[in-house]
């Protein structure tokens, strides 16, 4: 009985001291709240774990479909809610307000993946309720009204210590927006490419900061060997367009881990990667912010390069 009060005392004590940390922490010194979806995903993955890697000034939260497929995928230990784990289904409303409390940085990483469609050859198709209207439209929404309803933006952080920072989207979206009706576009008949521009709206909608990264075509190679470039509207020839998940995981955890970008930019740009020496982390803001409308001499001018729409569409 006596060890019973003991610990009983003890965890009282402990939790009275973890508070106390949290009020001599200060309002500039509390951590950022970033919230992955789609973390179990094969770029949601990288840029989950890669967040993890600052957990000194940001509190990573991952939602996923699957506890059993994150406890494989990330680094998240027993991967339950007090791991930063949290289930939930962007087509379900209901299911996402745990996740969302209190969180300053979205990280949309949930797309709409096209299946082989039983017994015909060539022909595709999406899983029921996960058509391209469903994940990368009234998704999107769902959890941009849910970031709007529970989020950080009315001052109060994790634990209920103030908020450090305004709130932020980042959404990764897809090349190739620009060609309607293309093939990959009606692709399963899901008008993916239209759905993801849907959702790149509701983001710049919203009012919050926000960074939009349009890949070309994703590879698994390994990072960090190829130079990063950006462009808009389809509208830079790279050959061959393709970039690695990994480098678009590095420039998505930039823009959250930047203050600048995540509390004053709303970026929109293609992204891509051509031969050449490849940026550093510490090069990452100022590549961003370079990405800005008007940040060079040809956006300032109005021009565009034209070319055909030869990318491939790709899913995070």
Same mark, same amino acid.
């Given at each position: 009985m006596a060890m019973k009060y003991f610990c009983f005392f003890l965890s009282c004590f402990l939790l009275a001291y973890q508070e106390c940390l949290g009020a001599l922490r200060?309002?500039?010194?509390?951590?950022?709240?970033?919230? %992955? $979806?789609?973390?179990t995903g094969r770029t949601g993955s990288l840029v989950f774990n890669e967040l993890r890697k600052h957990e000194d000034t940001v509190e990573v939260r991952g939602l996923v479909r699957d506890r059993q497929k994150?406890?494989?995928?990330?680094?998240?230990?027993?991967?339950?809610?007090?791991?930063?784990?949290?289930?939930g289904d962007v087509t379900d409303p209901s299911s996402l307000q745990k996740a969302f409390v209190g969180v300053h940085r979205l990280v949309i990483l949930t797309s709409a993946v096209p299946i082989?469609?039983?017994?015909?050859?060539?022909?595709? $198709? &999406?899983?029921?309720?996960?058509?391209?209207?469903?994940?990368?439209?009234?998704? %999107?929404?769902?959890?941009?009204?849910?970031?709007?309803? &529970?989020?950080?933006?009315?001052? %109060?952080?994790?634990?209920g210590s103030p908020s450090p920072s305004p709130m932020q989207v980042v959404l990764v979206?897809?090349?190739?927006?620009?060609?309607? =009706? +293309?093939?990959?576009? *009606?692709?399963? =008949?899901g008008h993916a490419l239209f759905y993801k521009t849907q959702g790149e709206a509701a983001v710049m909608s919203?009012?919050?900061?926000f960074t939009i990264v349009k890949p070309c075509a994703l590879s698994n190679a390994p990072g960090r060997k190829m130079r990063l470039e950006?462009?808009?509207?389809d509208g830079t020839k790279w050959s061959p367009p393709l970039i690695s998940r990994e480098d678009v995981g590095r420039v %998505?955890?930039?823009?959250?881990?930047?203050d600048v970008v995540a509390k004053e930019k709303r970026l929109w740009f293609d992204l891509c990667s051509v031969e050449g020496t490849p940026q550093?982390?510490?090069?990452?803001?100022?590549? *961003?912010? +370079?990405?800005?409308?008007?940040?060079?001499?040809?956006?300032?001018?109005?021009?565009?390069?034209t070319h055909p729409n030869t990318y491939t569409y790709t899913y995070s």
């Open positions: 200060g309002p500039g010194e509390a951590k950022v709240i970033a919230l %992955v $979806t789609g973390a994150a406890r494989e995928r990330l680094d998240c230990g027993e991967c339950e809610e007090a791991d930063g784990i949290f289930e082989p469609k039983e017994g015909k050859e060539g022909e595709w $198709t &999406y899983e029921e309720g996960g058509f391209p209207i469903d994940i990368d439209f009234n998704g %999107v929404e769902n959890q941009l009204t849910a970031l709007t309803r &529970y989020g950080g933006q009315h001052g %109060v952080g994790g634990r979206s897809s090349m190739g927006t620009t060609e309607p =009706n +293309s093939k990959l576009d *009606l692709l399963g =008949n919203t009012g919050f900061p950006t462009g808009r509207h %998505v955890s930039a823009s959250v881990l930047s550093e982390e510490s090069e990452l803001e100022s590549f *961003l912010i +370079s990405a800005e409308w008007g940040a060079d001499s040809k956006r300032r001018r109005g021009e565009r390069d």
